[in-house]
């Protein structure tokens, strides 16, 4: 069964941190690029961040650019978000999804909030 899980979503201050995890299953994880998107309350979804197949090349939206880091682990068949100083902004479902837009995980809450 082709399948994309997310973990690691929370409540967390502004300024905290949280990994997001998202393992795969029933395809070649190791030849597709992932990225993870976000869709806030209210609002349409928006593309965080994308990894290519190998890992080496990386891209990153403008609002979270230097506070992200997306990483795969193509042995554990994951792909990570870091997510570092986090913003109220920040808050929404977050969503793993394969390079070609067919697979989707169910998605994870992440909410900042004081």
């Known amino acids: 069964q082709v399948q994309l899980v997310e973990s690691g979503g929370g409540s967390v201050q502004p300024g905290g941190s949280l990994r997001l995890s998202c393992a795969a299953s029933?395809?070649?994880?190791?030849?597709?690029?992932m990225q993870w998107y976000r869709r806030p309350p209210g609002m349409g979804r928006e593309l965080v961040a994308t990894i290519s197949s190998s890992g080496e090349i990386t891209q990153y939206a403008d609002s979270v650019r230097g506070r992200f880091t997306i990483a795969r682990d193509n042995t554990q068949r994951t792909v990570y978000l870091e997510m570092r100083n986090l913003k109220p902004e920040d808050t929404a479902v977050y969503y793993c999804?394969?390079?070609?837009?067919?697979?989707w995980g169910q998605g994870t809450q992440v909410t900042v909030s004081s």
């Open positions: 029933g395809f070649s994880f190791n030849l597709y690029s």
């Open positions: 999804v394969r390079w070609d837009g067919n697979v």
